[in-house]
């Protein structure tokens, strides 16, 4: 028998605790990525939205420690550099302009397996989207008022 095992690009929680909300984000960041054992997926992403930078590094250090095990892949940053005028449920005062120097702390998250950050291209300064993939760190267009032009 063959079934799919599907991967999940975005798991921003699971058991009714969003990972963002879990005051323990470096003990649970695996936890909330199997929560659902009711879907056949088999891989995810377990998703932090815009925080805190404490709360992001902590994520990020969780998921270099889960990266591998129990179907976490790694870790998927919605955020913080995100547009303003797009945040949904992004907490406003959490969103970030990014700077070059934001890099430095951003690969920390290339030791977490196949990560992901989603950004507002529009918002980054020159070089850092390329910068950013040289690290193997997946990017994805979100929360955005790019264009097809720009």
Do not use: K
């Amino acid at each position: 028998m063959l079934a799919p095992g599907f991967i999940d690009l975005q798991v921003n929680g699971g058991g009714g605790i969003l990972l963002n909300d879990d005051s323990d984000t470096g003990r649970h960041a695996g936890n909330r990525a199997r929560a659902s054992p009711a879907m056949a997926r088999r891989r995810a992403l377990p998703t932090l939205i815009t925080d805190s930078r404490q709360q992001t590094q902590a994520a990020i250090a969780a998921a270099r420690t889960a990266a591998g095990n129990d179907g976490v892949l790694g870790l998927h940053l919605e955020g913080p550099f995100i547009s303003p005028a797009r945040p949904g449920i992004h907490r406003a005062d959490h969103i970030a302009v990014p700077h070059l120097s934001d890099l430095d702390w951003l690969a920390d998250l290339a030791g977490a397996g196949h990560s992901l950050v989603t950004l507002a291209p529009e918002r980054v300064p020159d070089g850092f989207l390329t910068r950013l993939a040289a690290t193997g760190i997946r990017v994805s267009a979100g929360h955005s008022e790019a264009t097809a032009a720009s």
